[in-house]
């Protein structure tokens, strides 16, 4: 989020604290470094005063490393992406959803909520805007290709903003 909501000139504390008292989550990442940082504390004592006088709020520890909870945190059900953890599972528990199906739903309604629309571009699947440019669906072309001498068809899409191309094997 710093780099989309802070802009050069700024001051980073400030917009940090905004943002603090904006939030209704708060996702605490922590490790060993973490805890030696002067900075993450101030984070986490922030959020930890916010969360005694709003109790909606909500604060998420995923921890990174062994390092050990602060006190105040240890009550708090910790999400861990240690060796061999789902990282999908890992993203559900901490947005709340239960199931893939249910996260699939949501993805969806935030397309729609957004107001994006997205095409569906054969072997390149579904895209809602340009991966350089960011520009909408609308504005990316797509072409399918023979290759005569492999007997394969090749899906093409290139964005009419910026240029951006890319293609692969046609399965449908």
Known sequence: MDEWEIHPGDSIVGKVNQALDLVDTVLLFWSKNAAESMWVNTEMETALTRKLSDSSV????????????P???????????EDGV???????RILGIGSQ???????????????????DFGGMGA????????APASALEGTREVDYERDDIYMIVKCTKC?????????W
């Open 127 to 134: 895209m809602i805007d340009c991966p350089k440019c960011g």
């Open 163 to 171: 240029g951006w191309q890319d293609g692969c094997e046609d399965l």
């Open 101 to 119: 199906t249910e996260l699939i739903k949501a993805m969806q309604q935030t397309i729609w909520d957004a107001g994006m629309q997205f095409r």
């Open 71 to 81: 006190a105040l945190l240890r009550p708090l059900m910790h999400v861990s992406l």
């Open 58 to 69: 909500r604060i998420i520890p995923k921890r990174l490393d062994e390092a050990p909870l």
């Open 86 to 92: 789902n990282v999908n599972e890992a993203v559900r």
